[in-house]
């Protein structure tokens, strides 16, 4: 696949730390322990490209991937947002580097948000939506964790979720089943990103 030869760029915390503003980028959010970083590994079939454990100190970088094969083609890992531990101005300034950043970014050409299936649409996840909606930019959701819901119950959550982002977004939004555990959904998940990075 275009993502096997991913790897890590950079971690930005600063507005001038970033790649120059040219390329192909799709941004990854979720809350922290959805699952953001084993959806990653699993879209490129590496073991650890971003780490699964990760701590509070780091949550507010931007993490890049580059897919050397490709020109300016980009995987952004956007921090996981809800460490009850993070203090409250940095949770601030995270707010104001990823919102400028997702306001202004011009490479930004797609919004993947990464949701337990268990606990879809929290308030987070609902204001990435609305930036990237706001902005005119493709959003994808991939409902991860699917293995540790029965067929029939993840079905009926893809449909409600489905039904609840047409209502709050109108239609467009994608909405897909995902597990990186038991690998479903993983090749549906690339197709997207990688039509967002034309490649
Ligand atoms: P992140 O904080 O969003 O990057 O989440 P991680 O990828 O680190 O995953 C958080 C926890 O959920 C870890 O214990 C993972 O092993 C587990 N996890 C992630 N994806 C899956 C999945 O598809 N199925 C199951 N059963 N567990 C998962």
């Known amino acids: 696949t275009p993502f096997d030869r991913a790897r890590y760029l950079l971690a930005a915390h600063q507005p001038r730390q970033l790649p120059p503003d040219g390329g192909f980028e799709v941004a990854f959010a979720g809350r922290s322990n959805a699952g953001k970083s084993s959806a ?44 009850a531990k993070v203090p409250q101005e940095l949770q601030a300034h995270w707010q104001a580097f990823i919102q400028t950043w997702f306001r202004k970014r011009e490479a930004l050409r797609g919004l993947v948000v990464v949701m337990d299936i268990r606990h879809p649409l929290k308030d987070y996840d609902r204001q990435m939506l609305g930036y990237a909606m706001e902005r005119g930019i493709p959003a994808h959701t991939l409902l991860t964790k699917a293995d540790k819901l029965s067929r029939g119950a993840a079905a009926n959550t893809v449909q409600a979720v489905r039904m609840e982002l047409a209502r709050s977004f109108g239609e467009g939004i994608g909405v897909q089943a995902f597990s990186a555990e038991a690998k479903t959904g993983v090749e549906q998940a690339r197709e997207v990103v990688a039509r967002w990075l034309w490649l």
Request: with cysteine.
């Open 40 to 83: 990653l590994n699993a879209l490129c079939r590496q073991g650890a490209l971003a780490r699964v454990s990760k701590t509070p100190g780091r949550t507010q970088q931007l993490v890049y991937f580059e897919l050397p094969q490709f020109d300016q083609r980009y995987l952004v890992d956007l921090p996981g947002y809800g460490y």
